[in-house]
């Protein structure tokens, strides 16, 4: 593993966009949608991050290898895995049910060690990396104690030692990476640093435990992705995939009063029911401030006499397409993309599998203004931007 080059770099979408618990839901996906991103996309192959829910999984089990060769047959490259949500992620509600099972109950565990052993079996040939998301131990709330996280370090000490005898067995690595997110027990960098010294402080467990850098979600807490990346070289804690993603930003400050009210009513075709929408907000006295979701700051913002609450600065957990800059009054985090590909790219001390994984998986809740395309399209042009975006860093 390296920093970023050509010759080690996979570039996929992440195929949680799309509904569907069971395997003939993720086949009919696949073939509805992948298939024709992959040839809008111009290539020869396309890289998919399979999202295979815990029914999916079970299928899977015995069926692997057929699931492999009808993922050949179609020219389709499994690298990875998003292992982070257990269940529906399309049901009308969702919110904090996607960090269920948290990572001190064994279900997480037993999940997560059938994903590797599914992976290992659907791994492109040639390749001998594989990498899975998971989730940063769980929601941070009461449920978060000392006994239960302590139960999801042992937890995932076993898990690396599993998936030691797996690599013994098969010469397979799969590397679980966890993915720190804004209102979870690992939503800061130093959360992170702070949990691999005290929970997986051993070279067995970084070898197979690393870390899923979603773009996204250090936009939201205001970390900037150098210092983010920084830390975790320094840390000795390696990048097991980055997920491609994009936040919304309103920049309160470059607005007169009229613009910022006509940002709020744009910021209100967000707030939608599905999902959490985290949101960080640089308030006035330049702290920072993590709100739980999109529409309960927005109800707060109206009873304000101020617009936006008088903050200077609004960065939202809704993940936008990637290949976009701005729209309306409101930006997106794509600066942030720019910044981590060039970091990885200068930086050979950083351990990188070289997975980069689009994770657009909100298309279906967008606003309406913003589909105007049919889905594979837009998934073609998201891969086309990285491609470029990856070979103009290089």
Not at 107 to 130: D, F, H, M, S
Not at 162 to 183: D, N, S, Y
Not at 271 to 289: I, P, V
Not at 297 to 319: M, S
Request: proline residues 4%; charged residues 25%; aromatic residues 8%.
């Amino acid at each position: 593993m390296s920093y970023l080059n050509p010759s080690s770099t996979t570039i996929g979408y992440c195929t949680n966009v799309h509904a569907g618990v069971d395997l003939a839901s993720i086949c009919g996906n696949l073939d509805e949608f992948a298939i024709p991103a992959r040839d809008a996309s111009g290539s020869d192959e396309l890289g998919v991050g399979l999202w295979i829910p815990s029914q999916a999984a079970e299928e899977l089990t015995q069926g692997a290898d057929r699931f492999k060769e009808f993922l050949d047959d179609r020219r389709l490259r499994a690298f990875t895995i998003n292992g982070f949500p257990y269940d529906n992620f399309h049901q009308p509600v969702v919110k904090r049910a996607v960090y269920q099972p948290e990572w001190w109950q064994p279900e997480r565990l037993e999940y997560t060690l059938q994903l590797a052993n599914i992976l290992v079996k659907l791994l492109p040939e040639g390749e001998t990396t594989g990498s899975i998301s998971t989730l940063p131990i769980a929601w941070s709330d009461e449920n978060a104690t000392a006994e239960n996280l302590a139960q999801a370090g042992e937890n995932l000490r076993e898990l690396a030692a599993k998936l030691q005898q797996v690599e013994e067995t098969t010469g397979k690595r799969i590397i679980v990476a966890i993915e720190p997110e804004p209102g979870c027990v690992l939503d800061t960098t130093q959360d992170v640093v702070d949990w691999f010294e005290k929970q997986l402080p051993e070279p067995v467990h970084r070898r197979y435990l690393g870390v899923c850098h979603d773009i996204c979600h250090s936009a939201v807490m205001m970390e900037s992705q150098q210092d983010v990346l920084s830390r975790l070289v320094k840390a000795g804690v390696m990048i097991g995939k980055v997920q491609v993603s994009n936040a919304i930003i309103a920049d309160w400050l470059s607005m007169a009063v009229g613009r910022q009210r006509e940002a709020i009513a744009q910021l209100s075709e967000f707030a939608e029911d599905r999902y959490l929408h985290q949101t960080g907000r640089l308030k006035a006295d330049g702290s920072f401030e993590l709100c739980e979701d999109l529409p309960e700051l927005l109800r707060n913002a109206e009873l304000d006499e101020k617009p936006a609450c008088g903050d200077q600065r609004w960065i939202v957990h809704f993940h936008v397409p990637i290949f976009l800059e701005r729209f309306g009054h409101l930006r997106t985090s794509q600066d942030d993309t720019l910044e981590c590909l060039r970091f990885l790219n200068q930086s050979q001390a950083a351990e990188f599998t070289g997975h980069l994984e689009v994770e657009t998986y909100a298309w279906t809740v967008l606003p309406h203004s913003m589909r105007r395309r049919g889905l594979s399209e837009d998934i073609a042009r998201e891969i086309f931007w990285l491609r470029d975006i990856v070979a103009d860093v290089i």
